[in-house]
């Protein structure tokens, strides 16, 4: 049966028909919908699927149940496995039980995310096996074949697909969903289990030598295929095979083609197109992972081949797209490039950059945070919604997962002598700014730590976190207490206030600036998008014929206020957060009573 | 040689129902026993941005549109119908929502709303085929503003390779079926919009 299936959705259905039996992971665009689909697809199967706390956390988890000899996977973004690399170099030497997947998705062009690192690198530093996905369907079976090499060579296997695959549709072939096989039984096994030297150093001449073995394997897997025809070649990586097929197509020129899937390279087809080709071009997005290998290689057995890759069309940062590789290789053989781009009056366009919604409480916090420490305070932030509030002033640093708050550490300690107030989302604070809050504990930083909590993880999908009371699948759980962690982290004060009542906030603020040691506002008002999708009826507010035209209101930058003749308006987006209200200086808005 | 039986971008604004499209197509495609790909804009810019959706009906390849590539630009929006047509061949149709959403640029006062007709003559100048339409209010008429990606699915049903039934079909499988009828008779008007 065929399915039009997003690329994650293709995945979590490779997941089910592995028969795996635990899925762990963090949101992370472009790979929150794996999870996401597990949970929707499993129904009765006796499988775990969690949002774990954070990467690192979902990939020992997942190492935990893979050596009960259980299938599992751990899902993140590219930059997740920066969290989880700790356990990923190690699990290479000790191994696995059943196949462990590592379900790292790239985000080439950084569509939403703050670098554009190739995770190929990754699997190549720790010596793990890396399969790169063309589109869904590959990515399908590429997960499920991932279970069986990770079982064939004991070794946690990468699936690495990118934004374009991850967040492609496709009509996809789909299986029968099999039941978690495997015992559930950790095996006592300290030589593979316990990362002592005396233990490390055999596991790391193993690793070394198993992989030639598995470079033999990946040499016949399906991913790769090589076609010999005119003495031009193109080799091709992950998506960049599919653009370089459909241009060779589209060119009708004959040209020989290698399109690679797995790492480590297939180097037997590699010295076939080399000893074959006079000229080639390496086309691979981001880094130069196989280019490198094929001028290696070359040195050995062809020379005098011309090699283009990186110096030539091909960039190395950014995401490749079709036509960006088809006139690649028509200006290798001299074939005209597509014609210029129409000249269109773009200028005449408004720019519609992603904004926080109308109501969205961090703009109420953020408002009010500004009023108190005033335009010349430090404004540390970190990774969620609200760095799109950038244009407020209050975020002036976005780095990675909780650096909000050990980032204003180090500017107090630095010397920096205005205000410092730092902020993070709930998920975020529990995902990597709690260890940040212990540390300004512990080395008394005098800083403000706002923690905008909005109850879910709001940028990637809404999904639960462990301050909210529910699991991935929905079941109620311990409600962790933010308030309760800040205080055992260590914070002096602790206060919680509603973003919507913007004096009370107002006066939190000054309380948390004025305390002479750590401090800690916890910003508490649910998700807009989650309440009205939960039922919450929006109250309705207009403005009236006070209005003077003071233009105060729009400096709150709220989509739903506009200005009209010289006087303010509240349009149909307004989602009745009555912030606004405390805003205006002639009391002209007011809620309207029905 | 073409790679692609039929190449769509679907435009608008986060929230509008881009997505919704371009889901009934492929599953229409599939029941029509056509292979299909697509990407879809995700993440950060859903929020209240600009979103472009790709489906290419009969097509095992990219999953996005070459530039110049497409056959219909449906836009859902008018701004964003002049913001990604270079994706539309000077062959193609384009069809437009005139109603406009302000982005907070605009409503801040900070950048200005270009006329409709500042927005479509560049478009009838670039391509063969400029269709405008106030499909807001073909929904309203229907029963509901928010069908108004689904009285442009309508208008759009006139140019791809794909037949109404199987749409029809599709839309079934994607609305909740309390407001299938609604959806319906939002296909309808679209599509008699462009007769």
Same mark, same amino acid.
């Given at each position: 049966?065929?399915?039009?299936?997003?690329?994650?959705?293709?995945?979590?259905?490779?997941?089910?028909?592995?028969?795996?039996?635990?899925?762990?992971?963090?949101?992370?665009?472009?790979?929150?919908?794996?999870?996401?689909?597990?949970?929707?697809?499993?129904?009765?199967?006796?499988?775990?699927?969690?949002?774990?706390?954070?990467?690192?956390?979902?990939?020992?988890?997942?190492?935990?149940?893979?050596?009960?000899?259980?299938?599992?996977?751990?899902?993140?973004?590219?930059?997740?496995?920066?969290?989880?690399?700790?356990?990923?170099?190690?699990?290479?030497?000790?191994?696995?039980?059943?196949?462990?997947?590592?379900?790292?998705?790239?985000?080439?062009?950084?569509?939403?995310?703050?670098?554009?690192?190739?995770?190929?690198?990754?699997?190549?530093?720790?010596?793990?096996?890396?399969?790169?996905?063309?589109?869904?369907?590959?990515?399908?079976?590429? /997960?499920?074949?991932?279970?069986?090499?990770?079982?064939?060579?004991?070794?946690?296997?990468?699936?690495?697909?990118?934004?374009?695959?991850?967040?492609?549709?496709?009509?996809?072939?789909?299986?029968?969903?099999?039941?978690?096989?495997?015992?559930?039984?950790?095996?006592?096994?300290?030589?593979?289990?316990?990362?002592?030297?005396?233990?490390?150093?055999?596991?790391? *001449?193993?690793?070394?030598?198993?992989?030639?073995?598995?470079?033999?394997?990946?040499?016949?897997?399906?991913?790769?295929?090589?076609?010999?025809?005119?003495?031009?070649?193109?080799?091709?990586?992950?998506?960049?095979?599919?653009?370089?097929?459909?241009?060779?197509?589209?060119?009708?020129?004959?040209?020989?083609?290698?399109?690679?899937?797995?790492?480590?390279?297939?180097?037997?087809?590699?010295?076939?197109?080399?000893?074959?080709?006079?000229?080639?071009?390496?086309?691979?997005?981001?880094?130069?992972?196989?280019?490198?290998?094929?001028?290696?290689?070359?040195?050995?057995?062809?020379?005098?081949?011309?090699?283009?890759?990186?110096?030539?069309?091909?960039?190395?940062?950014?995401?490749?797209?079709?036509?960006?590789?088809?006139?690649?290789?028509?200006?290798?053989?001299?074939?005209?490039?597509?014609?210029?781009?129409?000249?269109?009056?773009?200028?005449?366009?408004?720019?519609?950059?992603?904004?926080?919604?109308?109501?969205?409480?961090?703009?109420?916090?953020?408002?009010?945070?500004?009023?108190?420490?005033?335009?010349?305070?430090?404004?540390?932030?970190?990774?969620?919604?609200?760095?799109?509030?950038?244009?407020?002033?209050?975020?002036?640093?976005?780095?990675?997962?909780?650096?909000?708050?050990?980032?204003?550490?180090?500017?107090?300690?630095?010397?920096?002598?205005?205000?410092?107030?730092?902020?993070?989302?709930?998920?975020?604070?529990? *995902?990597?700014?709690?260890?940040?809050?212990?540390?300004?504990?512990?080395?008394? %930083?005098?800083? /403000?730590?706002?923690?905008?909590?909005?109850?879910?993880?709001?940028?990637?999908?809404?999904?639960?976190?462990?301050?909210?009371?529910? /699991?991935?699948?929905?079941?109620?759980?311990?409600?962790?207490?933010?308030?309760?962690?800040?205080?055992?982290?260590?914070?002096?004060?602790?206060?919680?206030?509603?973003?919507?009542?913007?004096?009370?906030?107002?006066?939190?603020?000054?309380?948390?600036?004025?305390?002479?040691?750590?401090?800690?506002?916890?910003?508490?008002?649910?998700?807009?998008?989650?309440?009205?999708?939960?039922?919450?009826?929006?109250?309705?507010?207009?403005?009236?014929?006070?209005?003077?035209?003071?233009?105060?209101?729009?400096?709150?930058?709220?989509?739903?206020?506009?200005?009209?003749?010289?006087?303010?308006?509240?349009?149909?987006?307004?989602?009745?957060?009555?912030?606004?209200?405390?805003?205006?200086?002639?009391? %002209?808005?007011?809620?309207?009573?029905? | 040689?073409?790679?692609?039986?039929?190449?769509?971008?679907?435009?608008?604004?986060?929230?509008?129902?881009?997505?919704?499209?371009?889901?009934?197509?492929?599953?229409?495609?599939?029941?029509?026993?056509?292979?299909?790909?697509?990407?879809?804009?995700?993440?950060?810019?859903?929020?209240?941005?600009?979103?472009?959706?790709?489906?290419?009906?009969?097509?095992?390849?990219?999953?996005?549109?070459?530039?110049?590539?497409?056959?219909?630009?449906?836009?859902?929006?008018?701004?964003?119908?002049?913001?990604?047509?270079?994706?539309?061949?000077?062959?193609?149709?384009?069809?437009?929502?005139?109603?406009?959403?302000?982005?907070?640029?605009?409503?801040?006062?900070?950048?200005?709303?270009?006329?409709?007709?500042?927005?479509?003559?560049?478009?009838?100048?670039?391509?063969?085929?400029?269709?405008?339409?106030?499909?807001?209010?073909?929904?309203?008429?229907?029963?509901?503003?928010?069908?108004?990606?689904?009285?442009?699915?309508?208008?759009?049903?006139?140019?791809?390779?794909?037949?109404?039934?199987?749409?029809?079909?599709?839309?079934?499988?994607?609305?909740?079926?309390?407001?299938?009828?609604?959806?319906?008779?939002?296909?309808?008007?679209?599509?008699?919009?462009?007769?």
């Amino acid at each position: 049966m065929r399915e039009y299936l997003l690329g994650n959705a293709a995945i979590a259905r490779g997941l089910l028909e592995a028969g795996v039996g635990l899925v762990a992971g963090y949101p992370g665009t472009p790979s929150s919908e794996i999870i996401e689909n597990v949970v929707s697809l499993k129904s009765e199967l006796p499988l775990h699927v969690e949002w774990s706390v954070n990467e690192k956390v979902a990939l020992e988890v997942a190492a935990g149940a893979c050596w009960t000899g259980r299938r599992a996977a751990a899902t993140m973004k590219h930059v997740g496995l920066n969290v989880a690399a700790d356990p990923f170099m190690t699990l290479a030497y000790l191994g696995v039980g059943a196949g462990l997947v590592v379900i790292c998705a790239d985000d080439p062009y950084c569509h939403s995310s703050q670098n554009e690192q190739d995770s190929r690198r990754y699997a190549q530093f720790a010596g793990i096996p890396c399969l790169d996905p063309e589109n869904p369907q590959e990515a399908k079976e590429m /997960t499920i074949f991932a279970f069986e090499l990770s079982e064939k060579f004991n070794i946690p296997v990468m699936l690495r697909p990118t934004t374009r695959v991850s967040h492609a549709r496709e009509d996809v072939e789909v299986g029968q969903a099999e039941q978690s096989a495997g015992k559930g039984r950790f095996v006592k096994d300290p030589a593979r289990r316990v990362a002592l030297p005396i233990h490390a150093r055999p596991l790391h *001449h193993e690793l070394l030598a198993k992989q030639a073995s598995i470079e033999e394997e990946l040499e016949k897997a399906p991913w790769n295929s090589i076609e010999l025809k005119g003495d031009t070649g193109i080799i091709a990586s992950g998506i960049a095979g599919l653009y370089a097929k459909e241009a060779v197509i589209e060119l009708d020129e004959d040209l020989s083609l290698l399109c690679i899937g797995t790492y480590p390279l297939p180097r037997k087809m590699i010295r076939r197109m080399l000893e074959h080709v006079r000229r080639v071009m390496i086309i691979e997005e981001l880094e130069p992972v196989v280019e490198e290998q094929v001028r290696m290689i070359a040195r050995e057995v062809n020379p005098q081949v011309e090699i283009l890759g990186k110096d030539a069309a091909i960039p190395r940062e950014g995401e490749l797209d079709y036509l960006r590789v088809k006139d690649a290789v028509a200006k290798m053989i001299g074939k005209p490039v597509s014609r210029e781009p129409a000249d269109l009056p773009m200028a005449i366009l408004p720019p519609r950059p992603p904004s926080l919604c109308p109501g969205c409480s961090h703009r109420a916090t953020y408002y009010a945070m500004r009023k108190v420490f005033g335009k010349k305070a430090i404004y540390p932030s970190d990774i969620g919604c609200y760095t799109m509030a950038v244009g407020m002033g209050t975020v002036d640093t976005c780095l990675c997962m909780g650096a909000s708050i050990t980032l204003a550490s180090g500017i107090a300690f630095g010397g920096e002598k205005e205000g410092i107030c730092c902020s993070l989302g709930d998920s975020t604070f529990l *995902h990597g700014g709690m260890t940040g809050l212990l540390n300004a504990a512990y080395n008394k %930083a005098k800083i /403000t730590v706002t923690i905008l909590d909005n109850s879910t993880t709001a940028m990637t999908g809404h999904q639960p976190n462990p301050a909210t009371g529910m /699991t991935a699948t929905g079941e109620k759980t311990t409600a962790v207490s933010i308030e309760g962690l800040a205080r055992a982290l260590g914070a002096g004060m602790v206060e919680t206030v509603d973003p919507y009542r913007l004096e009370e906030t107002m006066e939190s603020f000054k309380r948390a600036r004025d305390y002479p040691g750590l401090s800690v506002i916890i910003a508490r008002q649910p998700c807009v998008i989650k309440a009205r999708r939960g039922g919450v009826r929006p109250k309705t507010f207009q403005v009236g014929e006070e209005c003077i035209g003071c233009k105060l209101c729009l400096d709150y930058d709220c989509p739903a206020i506009e200005f009209e003749n010289d006087k303010a308006r509240i349009n149909a987006l307004c989602s009745g957060c009555g912030v606004c209200v405390a805003i205006c200086s002639s009391s %002209a808005i007011k809620e309207v009573t029905k | 040689m073409r790679t692609s039986e039929c190449d769509l971008v679907i435009v608008g604004v986060g929230g509008q129902g881009v997505i919704l499209i371009s889901d009934v197509l492929g599953r229409a495609a599939v029941l029509a026993g056509k292979p299909v790909c697509g990407a879809e804009t995700h993440g950060m810019a859903q929020r209240g941005g600009s979103v472009i959706n790709h489906t290419r009906i009969g097509c095992r390849f990219s999953p996005m549109v070459a530039a110049g590539g497409a056959d219909v630009l449906v836009a859902l929006e008018p701004a964003e119908a002049l913001r990604f047509a270079q994706f539309l061949s000077p062959a193609g149709v384009a069809l437009v929502n005139t109603r406009p959403v302000l982005p907070s640029t605009v409503t801040s006062g900070r950048a200005k709303y270009p006329s409709i007709e500042e927005i479509l003559a560049p478009l009838k100048a670039h391509s063969c085929r400029v269709i405008a339409l106030d499909a807001t209010a073909l929904a309203q008429a229907a029963g509901t503003a928010q069908a108004m990606n689904v009285v442009m699915l309508g208008a759009l049903s006139r140019y791809i390779p794909i037949s109404e039934e199987l749409i029809l079909q599709a839309l079934a499988q994607v609305v909740p079926s309390r407001f299938l009828e609604i959806n319906r008779k939002a296909f309808f008007l679209g599509k008699a919009e462009v007769e």
